[in-house]
């Protein structure tokens, strides 16, 4: 598998630090079920990635590391290839004495109030999209001879850290069942569609598959060798969103039920987790740069932070400024995403925040919740396809 993840530590003096972060990250890769080689920290110039690989810095802040034009660069190096710096100081310092000039404006993680190396690195591997909140799967597949597969996609995929959504096991009995289904949709940002001989007669893996395709979501389409002898393939999959199934490594019982090796399931697993950040790291890209557009067709400044978020920069005559911290979320908003954009806007002064998310209409309980959940904070959300109506009220 290609290398999607990688974790720059840019410093000068700081090795010590750097290695509690080394194993601290190895040790909760291992609590997260992730494969060990997932992720490769680099210590020294910060390389332009291919474009799909997600990456993160960390600046360990010191005197030194302030100084020196190496760091500097690899800073400057990493905010022109659109990777999330953090500065990382210690406690009850000035920040400014410790990082470059070109730092100053993003928000600093402090060692002790963020938790130590664990608090860090669990902050970075948040950015990456590496946490089971990020890392969300929908099964879509056809009962009367995919069920058996069904189960043990949830089951590999949950035990390599997945938040997997199979009706089977995450609907509750007397569930609405539609409504059910999009909005585990709307939760997810990939799909992984089983294609076997009986798909073709599901309307519900259609209506499925076309939901995903409309929200422009992750898709891999496991497609069976008997599914293509038979001509039952769906329409409209395109041929690079599939994964045909080996026929030695697919066996069907006497009840028509497909079941796949325990050798290839790893190796799927391992493409699902590749496909999987690609999809996110796209929709991510999608996301911030119609929004980036938009600011400057209207003229707005603005400048990047983490989190995939960014801070447009308002005047409005002579009136003090208020700035605008804009994040995005590639799936339906959720808690956690307005408390992330909430500490980028307490961190300054005069700062608004707005959640840009991908749901056209939010359900009524959801709303609910995140109305309570923003309560007097100044957060809103915005849909994406309200962003151009949204920038140009900030003019």
């Known amino acids: 598998m290609s290398k999607l993840y990688k974790v720059y530590l840019i410093h000068k003096d700081q090795d010590r630090r750097a290695e509690r972060l080394r194993r601290s990250l190895a040790n ?19 390389l332009h990635p291919k474009a799909d690989t997600v990456a993160v810095a960390l600046f360990l802040g010191s005197a030194a590391s302030k100084v020196d034009a190496g760091c500097e660069a690899s800073c400057k190096g990493a905010l022109d290839a659109g990777i999330p710096v953090f500065p990382l100081v210690d406690d009850n310092v000035n920040v400014t004495d410790l ?103 599901s309307s519900w893996v259609e209506e499925e598959f076309n939901y995903a395709r409309k929200r422009n979501m992750g ?30 490594e697919l066996t069907v019982d006497s009840c028509g039920q497909g079941r796949l090796s325990q050798e290839f399931l790893t190796v799927l697993a391992a493409e699902v987790e590749e496909r999987h950040a690609a999809a996110l790291l796209r929709r991510r890209r999608q996301l911030m740069g119609s929004i980036e557009s938009e600011l400057k067709r209207s003229g707005v400044s603005y400048v990047g932070i983490a989190d995939w978020s960014l801070v447009a ?11 605008c911290v804009i994040s995005i979320t590639p799936r339906a908003p959720d808690v956690p995403d307005l408390l992330a954009l909430d500490t980028h806007v307490t961190a300054g002064r005069k700062r608004t925040g707005v959640l840009v998310h991908t749901l056209r209409t939010v359900p009524q309980q959801r709303r609910d919740l995140l109305k309570w959940a923003i309560g007097r904070r100044k957060l809103k959300l915005v849909p994406e396809d309200q962003v151009v109506t949204f920038v140009a009220g900030l003019t």
């Open 99 to 201: 990082v470059p000039s070109c730092l100053h404006p993003f928000n600093a993680l402090f060692w002790d109030k963020s938790g130590g190396p664990k608090g860090v690195v669990l902050h970075a591997l948040r950015s990456l999209g590496l946490t089971e909140y990020q890392r969300r799967v929908f099964i879509s597949y056809r009962r009367s001879d995919s069920m058996l597969m069904g189960e043990q996609l949830w089951s590999v995929l949950s035990q390599q850290g997945f938040q997997v959504f199979l009706d089977r096991f995450s609907l509750e009995p007397g569930a609405r069942f539609q409504d059910k289904l999009f909005e585990a949709l709307d939760e997810k940002s990939f799909v992984v569609l089983v294609e076997s001989p009986d798909v073709q007669d």
């Open 219 to 248: 898709l891999l389409v496991l497609t069976w060798p008997q599914t293509i002898a038979m001509k039952r393939t769906l329409p409209g999959v395109y041929e690079k969103y599939r994964l045909h199934l080996p026929p030695d």
């Open 313 to 323: 920069r308002l005047s409005r005559g002579g009136r003090a400024r208020v700035d």
């Open 28 to 46: 909760e890769i291992r609590v997260l079920k992730l494969k060990p080689d997932l992720i490769r920290v680099e210590t020294g110039a910060v």
